[in-house]
């Protein structure tokens, strides 16, 4: 959480005019989520903030956190038989989820 925190803190000082943060995984929109509520920026009429991960913390929050969640139990074991498999390379979709939460 702490590097969304610092990361929205660095950003938001060089782009005064932002309006929407996506982040890499919930726990790091999450620190940028805290960094808004402990500074007044205003969710999402000031600034929206999006995740990737879908987990379960993300409803946990005053608002729930919009994010995207993806099947990542599915994901882990797709990996491990391609990897015990000798597989080729492949893209394998496994889909997603779009949560809208109260952020975006």
Known sequence: MENGRLGL??????TADLD???????????GGYFHCLAT??????QLAIFGYNGLDIGRATPQPLS????PRVETGKV???????????Q????GF???????A
């Open 9 to 14: 803190e660095r950003l938001l000082a060089r």
């Open 20 to 30: 929407a943060v996506y982040f890499s995984n919930d726990d790091m929109a999450l």
């Open 40 to 45: 007044g920026v205003s969710i999402p009429s």
């Open 67 to 70: 994010t995207i969640r993806t």
């Open 79 to 89: 990996a491990a038989q391609l990897v015990v498999n000798n597989a080729p390379s």
């Open 91 to 94: 893209v394998v979709d496994l």
């Open 97 to 103: 989820e779009l949560i809208e939460g109260a952020t």
